[in-house]
């Protein structure tokens, strides 16, 4: 069973910057296109990057600019550097696979940009 991990969270200010970074216990990157996801309060899980074993990315419109995904498959590890960011990016952080498998939800890192 494959585990994903996030981490990186924190409290940033607007126009900040965090970078997120997203374990696997095992090796699936070399198979699975990757995706970061958030959540905010009463909203539902949106896509935020994508990137695919070839290392091709796609983000939402709302991030797209300011967040880059990125991937390396011999640590087993993808990461989200989030950079300009905005108060509407406060969100709980996930990984998963692109598209999502139920079972690959870890518990997420949380992002909260104030001032």
């Known amino acids: 069973q494959v585990q994903l991990v996030e981490s990186g969270g924190g409290l940033a200010q607007p126009g900040g910057s965090l970078r997120l970074s997203c374990a696997a216990s095992r090796s699936i990157f070399t198979i699975y296109t990757m995706g970061w996801y958030r959540q905010a309060p009463g909203k539902q899980r949106e896509l935020v990057a994508r990137?695919?074993?070839?290392?091709?990315?796609n983000y939402a419109d709302s991030v797209k600019g300011r967040f880059t995904i990125s991937r390396d498959n011999a640590k087993n590890t993808v990461y989200l550097q989030m950079n300009s960011l905005k108060l509407d990016d406060t969100s709980v952080y996930y990984c998963?696979?692109?598209?999502?498998?139920?079972?690959?939800w870890g518990q997420g890192t949380q992002v909260t940009v104030s001032s």
């Open positions: 998963n696979i692109f598209p999502t498998a139920r079972s690959y």
């Open positions: 990137i695919t074993t070839s290392g091709s990315t």
